[in-house]
């Protein structure tokens, strides 16, 4: 845990002493990955002193969790930069040398292994054989342009009947089982294969969108997500050296590591008959242990306002600091909201935004690497695909909890092997790879190996020399991987989740439509200035600000939603304060 220092309150700090003479602005940011790295930098960029970055576990990234063992680096969390076209994840990465394309993007194959463009998907039946390939890409070619139209019942306002039960999963399942049993030129065997192939596809897609199952997100909605045009990327170096890039620019004594929130109170001004029962420390002392506080040196001396001040946030951490604040920026995933959200915020949260937490849907996403003495597949196999042939009429996705490994969609091959050895990457979903988190590493490789000789048909492969992988589902922290929205959800809620509180008609305007903004673009809010005197008895705008790849509308679910989303909050502060700034100058 780094040392708590003060945040911007050092007594050496001219510069910072002399902002907070002119009513320089404390702002807390929870949480440490890359909505929070990227709102705090943006913040001490434009002049912000008093920023200070509760991080509860003891590193930054949030979901970016790079691996090193011996010379590979194997990504936990985050592997892939979606788009290159004004990604601002991609920019900054190029312009430190830390990119390789990974994919032409062309193929809806290329979607199912994206860590080398070169080879073919191999696709598995639980009898040992492969499928052929032509068998393959009719499929395919098939599954994509039914995957095309779901897109746009969005994009173009098409109606959603009754029978599609507005899921992605439902509609899919039942239009492409019509177009395979209407086509009277496959013979039924061919048609088994490919009716049971469709399930094997929907474990993939769920994986992707990190859901328990397709049929739980949106058909309506699903339009709504925006790629960002341009190939993926992968980092050879590691994610991790992306949030390294970000954080350079951050004093460390900014960042705390090691800090769980347990509660944060707002609106505390006008609820202060009413509020907590717990004392904040004095300004200059709120990073600092007890006792602490008198070892040497002279406070800062402000303008004597802050001594009776009436701060509008009190952020509770668990080790029992409160500290005081004007603004929180909240990065917390929707994981821990939905679990959360009762405790987490005194007084609680408005109706809207609580419907809006129950409405978004986030599952786990949970990785399997497995790395073998020898490789058993092909120089040609980019990726082993599991397609289960007595699943061709199954209608759900859900497994009882002994057959959790049933929910395994495939392992892709790591290349380059001079890079990472001998390494498959398989991925699992849903309630099924929870389960999975609870199972130690020995039973999850012993069950893996099983299934890679039972689908390839090769009872001879030897049990992996090294498993590791991803828990994000039972991690306290994050209960999930990322979000996406749910059957009855939609891209409005995402913005009720990003809206500002207390809700003052300038958070109204702060609001806008922020998270439709191209990629690199900040927001700009006015606030009447009015509402910026606390003395005057009203109500202090964005106390609590949200951020975090939930917030984003057309990104959710990427590490760049998750970085516009805390630049654009930060926008709002920085516009907040543009005439505090600007008369400094």
């Known amino acids: 845990m780094q040392s708590c220092e003060s945040s911007g309150d050092s007594a050496d700090d001219p510069l910072s002493c002399g902002l907070r003479r002119r009513g320089q602005p404390r702002v807390v940011v929870i949480g440490a990955g890359l909505a929070g790295l990227a709102a705090a930098k943006a913040l001490l960029e434009q002049g912000f002193t008093d920023v200070t970055v509760l991080e509860a576990s003891s590193c930054i990234g949030g979901r970016v969790q790079s691996v090193k063992l011996g010379h590979a680096t194997f990504e ?18 190029e312009a430190n040398g830390l990119l390789e394309e990974t994919t032409d993007g062309e193929r809806s194959v290329g979607r199912i292994s994206l860590y080398s463009k070169n080879g073919v998907a191999c696709y598995l039946t639980n009898r040992g054989r492969r499928i052929p390939k032509d068998v393959v890409e009719e499929f395919s070619d098939l599954y994509n342009e039914v995957y095309n139209l779901t897109q746009e019942f ?30 009277p030129e496959d013979p039924e065997a061919t048609k088994c294969l490919k009716l049971a192939m469709i399930q094997q596809y929907l ?38 050296r992306v949030v390294e890039l970000l954080a350079e620019g951050i004093p460390t004594h900014v960042i705390q590591l090691g800090k769980p929130v347990r509660c944060v109170h707002w609106d505390q001004a006008s609820a202060r008959p009413r509020g907590p029962e717990i004392e904040p420390r004095g300004e200059g002392d709120h990073n600092l242990d007890a006792g602490e506080g008198d070892q040497g ?13 009436q701060w509008p946030v009190l952020v509770e951490c668990e080790d029992c600091e409160v500290i005081p604040a004007d603004h929180v920026i909240v990065t917390v995933s929707l994981g821990v909201l939905k679990r959360q959200y009762t405790s987490f915020f005194r007084p609680g949260l408005p109706a809207e935004k609580v419907a809006a937490i129950h409405r978004l849907g986030i599952g786990t996403t949970d990785k399997i690497f497995l790395e073998f003495e020898e490789p ?35 392992f892709d ?35 893996c190996t099983e299934m890679l000789r039972q689908f390839t048909g090769n009872p001879n492969i030897p049990k992996p020399r090294r498993i ?38 300038s958070s109204k305007m702060a609001q806008g439509n922020s998270s439709k903004q191209q990629p690199g ?19 202090k705008p964005m106390q609590v600000l949200f951020s975090g790849e939930a917030t984003h509308r057309k990104y959710y679910s990427t590490t760049h939603g998750a970085l516009l989303s805390g630049q654009r909050e930060a926008a709002r502060l920085i516009e907040m304060y543009r005439d505090l700034f600007q008369q400094g100058t």
Request: proline residues 6%.
């Open 376 to 410: 058993f597949w092909g120089p040609e196999c980019n990726s082993l695909q599991f397609v289960w042939e007595d699943e061709a009429e199954s209608r759900t996705l859900t497994y009882p909890p002994e057959l959790w490994y049933r929910k395994i969609c495939g």
């Open 521 to 539: 673009h900040l927001l700009s809010s006015k606030c009447p200035e009015q509402s910026l005197d606390s003395n005057r008895g009203s109500i």
């Open 297 to 309: 040196g002279e406070e800062p001396q402000g303008d004597g306002r802050d001594e009776d001040k």
């Open 413 to 447: 091959v790591l290349y380059p092997p001079e890079r990472y050895g001998h390494v498959l990457s398989g991925w699992i979903c849903g309630e099924e790879a929870l389960v999975m988190e609870k199972c130690d590493d020995e039973a999850v490789a012993e069950i």
């Open 154 to 183: 969005f994009r173009h306002g098409k109606p959603v009947n009754a029978e599609s039960q507005n899921s992605v999963g439902v509609f899919t399942r039942e239009e492409v089982r019509n177009r395979i049993r209407d086509d």
């Open 468 to 505: 590791l992988r991803s828990a994000w589902g039972s991690n306290p922290y994050f209960r999930g991987s990322y979000s996406y929205t749910q059957v009855g959800s939609s891209g409005a809620d995402v913005e009720k989740l990003a809206k500002p509180l207390p809700y003052t008609e």
């Open 76 to 93: 936990l969390g985050a592997t892939w930069i979606h788009g290159s076209h004004g990604n601002p994840i991609y920019h900054l990465a």
């Open 203 to 240: 474990k993939v897609e769920s994986c992707e969108s990190s859901s328990h199952s397709m049929d739980e997100v949106s058909l309506s909605a699903f339009g709504e997500w925006t790629e960002i045009p341009g190939a993926h990327h992968i980092i050879p170096s590691g994610f991790m």
